[in-house]
T-cell receptor, first 110, second 114 residues
Framework: RKEVEQDPGPFNVPEGATVAFNCTYSNSASQSFFWYRQDCRKEPKLLMSVYSSGNEDGRFTAQLNRASQYISLLIRDSKLSDSATYLCVVKLEYGNKLVFGAGTILRVKS | DTGVSQDPRHKITKRGQNVTFRCDPISEHNRLYWYRQTLGQGPEFLTYFQNEAQLEKSRLLSDRFSAERPKGSFSTLEIQRTEQGDSAMYLC????????????FGQGTRLTVV
């Protein structure tokens, strides 16, 4: 079983739609959680950290459920520029490596 | 601060040759990571340095792979006797403990083994 699992998609949505991505992780010792965004042939960039209480940044909302070992990302009012691969990332309590999921592809169309 | 810099951006090599990649992290970042990414996959952890000390190595890092960070600044990743399966994007990232755990990635070195 992979340490971090994501639905690969692609999610094809029209502009203005709301879309949600899910992610599960296998190691209960995971301590920190993030969503990274990766554009085609570019490096991953941090989109947002995910906190236990949930957090929002503009059109983006992230949720964490430690009991179910589940992370989500909600994007409201999708823009063409949101088209990218969204990577779910966890960091264990010990050690320093970030463990990435395979990513979910989002395509927003006009 | 120009971000994480990697060199070269692209490398084509014949099977069996040795290659070396360089990473210059964001200045004063004490943590440096190497990852490998293949098409359709997320980045896979290879190794991690804190200052000049190599603290973690993945089992993916076979004895053909070696990484160094001699003065705690730039790092090199060498692959000996390259194989076609080594073809991938090699990403370097750095972070500073003082600024939490956000890792900043370089643009990567794309390796093609022919």
């Amino acid at each position: 079983r992979k340490e971090v699992e994501q639905d690969p998609g692609p999610f094809n949505v029209p502009e203005g739609a709301t879309v949600a991505f899910n992610c599960t992780y296998s190691n209960s010792a995971s301590q920190s959680f993030f969503w990274y965004r990766q554009d085609c042939r570019k490096e991953p960039k941090l989109l947002m950290s995910v906190y236990s209480s949930g957090n929002e940044d503009g059109r983006f909302t992230a949720q964490l459920n430690r009991a179910s070992q589940y992370i989500s990302l909600l994007i409201r009012d999708s823009k063409l520029s949101d088209s990218a691969t969204y990577l779910c990332v966890v960091k264990l309590e010990y050690g320093n490596k970030l463990v990435f999921g395979a990513g979910t592809i989002l395509r927003v169309k006009s | 601060d120009t971000g994480v810099s990697q060199d070269p951006r692209h490398k084509i090599t014949k099977r069996g040759q040795n290659v070396t990649f360089r990473c210059d992290p964001i200045s004063e970042h004490n943590r440096l990571y190497w990852y490998r990414q293949t098409l359709g996959q997320g980045p896979e952890f290879l190794t991690y340095f804190q200052n000049e000390a190599q603290l973690e190595k993945s089992r993916l890092l076979s004895d053909r792979f070696s990484a160094e960070r001699p003065k705690g600044s730039f790092s090199t990743l060498e692959i000996q006797r390259t194989e076609q399966g080594d073809s991938a994007m090699y990403l370097c990232a750095s972070s500073s403990r003082d600024r939490g755990t956000e890792a900043f990635f370089g643009q990567g070195t794309r390796l093609t083994v022919v």
